[in-house]
């Protein structure tokens, strides 16, 4: 519902822990995550990783269909959050350093690309250039939150 007021660039983050594929068809069968887990194994590492390859997905869709924006993923690096913290101790840097969106999202670059050490990288998946993934990424997200491109 933002898009018609962002005028140059969407930047999603993402992590590269984002896994390497995610069963879009069980999302779209499953209307919630209660659903969802009872009928997998599901783990709350599993939830992340597939989150975070669906926002670089996401960002892959948005750049085939919002051609008068950039839009670009990134992993943000290693960041002593809240949560690394408590998952595995301070092995990043201070959050007060962590500046690779910033680096992105004051230059310029190519639509659709997915970005590791603020350099331009290798996407997380195949699925990132498979048209009929990206699609149906949208299919999904346009049923589950009644908004679509």
Not at 21 to 28: F, G, H, K, N, T
Not at 48 to 54: A, C, G, H, M
Not at 60 to 70: P, S, V
Not at 74 to 95: F, Y
Request: with cysteine; hydrophobic share 40%; aromatic share 6%.
């Amino acid at each position: 519902m933002l898009h018609p007021i962002v005028d140059e660039k969407i930047i999603h983050v993402a992590s590269i822990s984002a896994s390497s594929s995610v069963d879009l068809d069980a999302y779209r069968a499953s209307r919630n995550a209660a659903s969802r887990n009872a009928a997998s194994s599901y783990s709350a590492h599993l939830a992340y990783s597939e989150s975070k390859l669906i926002n670089v997905l996401q960002a892959c869709a948005y750049a085939e269909r919002l051609g008068n924006l950039i839009v670009q993923s990134l992993d943000p690096g290693t960041v002593n959050t809240k949560m690394l913290l408590a998952g595995w101790g301070p092995c990043g840097i201070d959050v007060s350093t962590a500046d690779n969106q910033f680096s992105l999202a004051t230059r310029a670059g190519d639509s659709g690309a997915y970005f590791v050490n603020d350099r331009q990288a290798r996407y997380p998946s195949t699925m990132c250039t498979d048209r009929g993934s990206l699609g149906l990424l949208l299919e999904v997200l346009e049923e589950h939150t009644g908004v679509g491109l």
